[in-house]
């Protein structure tokens, strides 16, 4: 197929160049900070299927042959392959009469694409941006976990959502009789939330709950003391948590077990692990791994300082809703041999990932353009001192309940 010109044939045509512009800067996040840094020709044939699939055998003959771009590896080249394509397809479809969206057209391939890279990676298209929540409108007292699109609910202590039953790591299945099932988080929210005093039925697998709305401060953390065991429950990695738990951790008295809550804990900022594990675990421990290319080297972590508590003993509940930070930290302390440990519950989730999302436009090269999107992608993996791996197979705990 030759080169032609990068230009609409008519103002009829859909907009050539937004199209143009999310799949050139899709490709580029992709090859530059994915962990799998696809090649360019891979990821233009794999679209270029998509697209051809959507649009029917009637457009097969506006798509070049592998034989095209199989070894083609220069970008312009191939940015030129993929306009001539979109002009043919613009073409045909006002020969036939038809109207294709082409940057629907693009952004379907795009999303079937992503779907392939792993379970966590997606392209979703722009939504018109939702009211605000007005005043009065509050929630049920409980942090909102979404995984791999699947949601857990962490309530937080003495909350309306733990007073009705709730507990920690619950997965949510319906709201007000509404399957939550391809929800956005955003969507999900707003069934949530309601006026103060009104009820939500909240439907897990244990059951359903009607749950009173009531305005509660978000809780990083919340920490016990008792004779014998200082309790923490980690809703999330936050620099505000680890604050706390220092904090916490210099009035307790010596030789208490040590209780870590990670149930319901999806995670968080993963630059906090360190500074959490220092805390309990010795002087440069390794805690685990951090691989940000899948042909590339690993990062290893350590702690960096002498622990501010050590623990007679520590104990970990988890469970389904427990992921990435959390799991790495189960690990490092787990492999830890100065460190007494039992981990109790299910097994947790199995998410051994960091993600990354990178908005994108209609602008080509820097320049400005509207919205078109939000791009997610695996931008590294995570691995325990021993290089154990726990993504899709979870951590079993050593006494299950």
């Not at 509940?317 to 787990?334: F, K, N, P």
Request: proline share 6%.
């Amino acid at each position: 197929m030759g080169t032609r010109p990068a230009v609409c044939a008519t103002k009829q045509q859909l907009d050539f160049r937004a199209a143009a512009a999310v799949f050139f800067n899709v490709r580029e996040h992709l090859t530059q900070k994915s962990f799998y840094r696809p090649p360019l020709q891979k990821i233009t044939k794999e679209v270029f299927a998509a697209m051809a699939e959507e649009l029917g055998s009637g457009y097969a003959a506006c798509f070049p042959s592998e034989d095209d771009y199989e070894f083609e590896t220069d970008a312009k080249k191939l940015e030129g392959l993929f306009l001539n394509t979109l002009i043919n397809v613009a073409e045909a479809q006002e020969k036939a009469g038809t109207t294709v969206n082409l940057q629907r057209l693009v952004e379907t391939a795009i999303e079937k694409y992503c779907q392939k890279l792993d379970r966590y990676s997606h392209y979703r298209r722009a939504t018109p941006d939702a009211p605000p929540i007005p005043d009065g409108i509050v929630g049920i007292g409980a942090r909102l976990i979404e995984l791999a699109d699947t949601y857990y609910i962490a309530p937080y202590p003495n909350s309306p959502a733990q007073n009705a039953g709730l507990q920690i790591g619950d997965r949510l299945t319906a709201i007000d009789g509404k399957s939550v099932e391809g929800l956005s988080r955003a969507a999900l929210t707003r069934l949530i939330v309601g006026p103060e005093g009104t009820t939500v039925r909240i439907t897990t697998p244990r059951g359903e709950y009607t749950v009173e709305r009531k305005k509660v401060a978000p809780v990083d953390i919340h920490t016990e003391q008792s004779d014998t065991r200082a309790t923490v429950v980690l809703y999330t990695f936050s620099a505000a948590a680890v604050r706390e738990l220092t904090a916490f951790l210099k009035t307790l008295p010596p030789d208490l077990e040590l209780l870590l809550d990670f149930r319901g804990n999806g995670g968080g900022e993963v630059e906090l692990v360190p500074p959490f594990c220092s805390l309990i675990l010795p002087l440069n421990t390794v805690i685990g791994k951090i691989q940000s290319f899948s042909e590339g080297e690993s990062e290893t972590l350590l702690t960096f300082r002498p622990p501010v508590y050590a623990p007679k003993r520590i104990i970990i509940l988890q469970d389904g809703g427990t992921a990435s930070s959390s799991e790495m930290v189960i690990t490092a302390i787990r492999s830890c041999a100065a460190v007494k440990v039992e981990t109790c519950g299910k097994k947790t989730f199995g998410k051994g990932v960091l993600l990354e999302e990178y908005p994108i436009t209609t602008g080509l090269r820097g320049e400005p353009g509207v919205a078109a999107g939000m791009l997610q992608c695996t931008t590294a993996h995570l691995s325990g001192p021993n290089d154990e791996t726990w993504d899709k197979v979870g951590i079993q705990p050593t006494i299950e309940e």
